[in-house]
Every structure is written in C-alpha cells, then in structure tokens.
C-alpha cells in the first residue's frame, strides 16, 4: 500500500499531486487544475487546462468566458481515469450544481479533497456521496459548535409566513448568485409558492443555466425600474444589493438574507436584515463532524474555516489531524 499522505502536498499555489503533476483548485494559474465547484474562490481563469464536471465547466465559462483556460476536459461523476502515477475519480459533494469530491488513489491508498460539500438535501444538485478514504480533507467554514443549521425548509416557511403577514412589502432576499440562489428558488417552489420570482440582473444567467440542466425554477422575472415587481412580491439578488440604492426602488422593502452566518445576530444586525434566514451551502458542525467519522479517514486535513476547533475534535476522538492554513479560499457561498 502507498503512503497516502505522499499523494497530496501543500504548496503556495496550492494542493499538489507530484505523481499526476496536477493541482486541486489552485488559487494561481497553473498548468494543470482539477476543479471542484464553480465558486470562484475555488475556480480560477488562466490555466492551462481544466479537468471539472460538465457543470462546473459551463459555469466558468459563464463567469469567465469561453477561453478561461487553454484546454478543458469534462470529469464525469464516479468514472475513474489515469493521470500520471494515480486514478483520479470525482464524486457528488451536495454544495451547487456541478461540485465533486475529488478522490486520488494509489496501490490501495486513498485521499479525498471534499472541496465545499454539504449533507442537507438540495433540489438543484447530486447528494453528497460518502467515499471511504485514508485521508480526509475537510472545510470547516462553520467548523464551530454553535453553528447548527435548521432545516431549510422551515426556514423557508418562515419566509413565506413573513410574505403573506406583510403582504404589502417586498421580500428581498439576499442569496449567493451561484448555488444559493436556486436552491432557495426551487425550495420557495416546494413549499407551494407559484407566483412570479423576481431576479437582480447578476443571477439570471445562472438561473437560466441551471434551468436549461432541467431544474425547474418556475416563471422568473428581472426586476427593473421598467419591471417593478409589484408590492407582496419575492425579490432574489445578490447580498450587496440588498441594502443598496438598487432595492429602495420598489415597495415598501423588507431586507432578508439567507446564509449560515445568520445564526450569528450581531451579523444579521450589522447588515441590517429584518429576517434572517439560516439557509446554508456549507455543512454544519454536526454534519462536519459526522461526515468525518462515516469516510472511516484515520487522518483529517481542514482547510478554509475554522480549524482548530475541527483539528481538536479530530485528535480528542483519536484520529489525526493539521490545519492547512490554506490561503485565498473566502466564504463567497455564504
């Protein structure tokens, strides 16, 4: 058996795999990358060539241009492929459209970079698929105790129930342009909400991407001075625009955001969000947790959150751990 931990190693422009001389989201251009999601703290123009899910392909070449890298090839979900010394295989990791784990494998040794990834059911993307490994290497962007998320579908209720008690305001719901806008789209659309959804000009595109991968988003509008949306209505944009001259337009406007940072108050209070709504991307403590012990991994690497209370968690239930201290990865799915 190979020595998993010589599968992966850290280096400034990110994890490197010296066998299949590729990197796993680079945060510079690189000659090789193998993506994980479309969010952009993870995928980056200039490299020589991509190898990404179908999905995540399309996404960068919507967020960046058709010529985001020099070449590109599509990864599709649990085909396994050669590159140099390893077997390369990309499983579901439940957090947008298009994410995967990425799973390295040599001589019965085998590590797996999770990207983001969540357990929460999601109506617009593939569940999260639990792959044994030797190494797990985790995010913890809410690797902290008090993080417990609730179920999004009664967050959801919670909007809605805010919409029909103040029907004279618009709802607008600040929601990250990819992943979390849909998902909220296709849960308001769960819970029985038909009307018309009204869009920022920055998530129609996506929307209209993820609407042509067959998820149904029902009838979406752009909301625009020339395409007010009426009093009562539900209006999706990007958080910045949220308490911006754009949304002071329309009637009466009630400020919303969706995100796993709502559990935190004085962050709902900072921002001026009259509802707050814990609706995340990101698994929470317990599933971070959880999720670890179910790959069976004896060691964990934790990257882009909060490590050290992972890493401690890891070595007081007898498994091993390092933070990676990994630089240049944000919470923009947040």
């Given at each position: ?73 599509e990864a599709r979900l649990g085909e396994a492929r050669t590159i140099g010394g390893v077997t390369v295989t990309f499983h579901p990791a439940g957090h947008v ?44 962007t809410f690797g902290l105790p008090v993080f417990c998320h609730p179920p999004a579908a009664e967050e959801i209720r919670r909007l809605l129930d805010s919409m ?122 317990n599933d971070l947790t959880a999720t670890i012990r179910e790959t069976g991994a004896e060691e964990v690497w934790v990257t882009h959150g909060r490590e050290e ?26």
């Amino acid at each position: 058996m190979a020595e998993p931990r010589s599968l992966l190693r850290l280096r400034p422009e990110g994890l490197w795999c010296p066998e299949g001389d590729f990197y796993i989201d680079p945060i510079r251009p690189v000659p090789r990358a193998l993506i994980t999601h479309g969010h952009s703290d993870h995928a980056r123009s200039g490299h020589g060539s991509v190898l990404a899910t179908r999905e995540t392909l399309d996404i960068m070449a919507i967020r960046y241009g058709g010529s985001f890298a020099g070449s590109t090839e599509e990864a599709r979900l649990g085909e396994a492929r050669t590159i140099g010394g390893v077997t390369v295989t990309f499983h579901p990791a439940g957090h947008v459209l298009g994410s995967a784990q990425i799973a390295i494998e040599k001589h019965g040794a085998r590590i797996v970079a999770s990207g983001d990834y969540k357990r929460e059911r999601d109506p617009t993307c593939a569940p999260f698929e639990v792959v044994p490994c030797d190494i797990f290497i985790t995010e913890a962007t809410f690797g902290l105790p008090v993080f417990c998320h609730p179920p999004a579908a009664e967050e959801i209720r919670r909007l809605l129930d805010s919409m029909r008690q103040f029907p004279e305001r618009t709802h607008i719901v600040g929601a990250y342009a990819l992943g979390k806008a849909q998902r909220l789209i296709a849960l308001a659309r769960e819970a029985g909400y038909t009307e018309t959804i009204y869009l920022h000009g920055a998530l129609i595109r996506l929307c209209d991407y993820y609407r042509s991968r067959g998820i149904d988003l029902g009838p979406l509008e752009p909301a625009t001075s020339e395409n007010a949306p009426p009093a009562g209505a539900l209006v999706i944009a990007p958080p910045s625009a949220v308490d911006d001259r754009w949304s002071r337009r329309f009637a009466d406007p009630l400020a919303s955001f969706a995100s796993g940072w709502m559990r935190i108050r004085q962050r709902a209070k900072q921002r001026g969000v009259e509802l707050p709504l814990i609706i995340s991307d990101h698994s929470d403590w317990n599933d971070l947790t959880a999720t670890i012990r179910e790959t069976g991994a004896e060691e964990v690497w934790v990257t882009h959150g909060r490590e050290e209370a992972l890493v401690r968690w890891c070595e007081l239930n007898g498994i091993r751990a390092r933070p990676l201290h990994l630089a240049g990865y944000e919470d923009e799915a947040e």
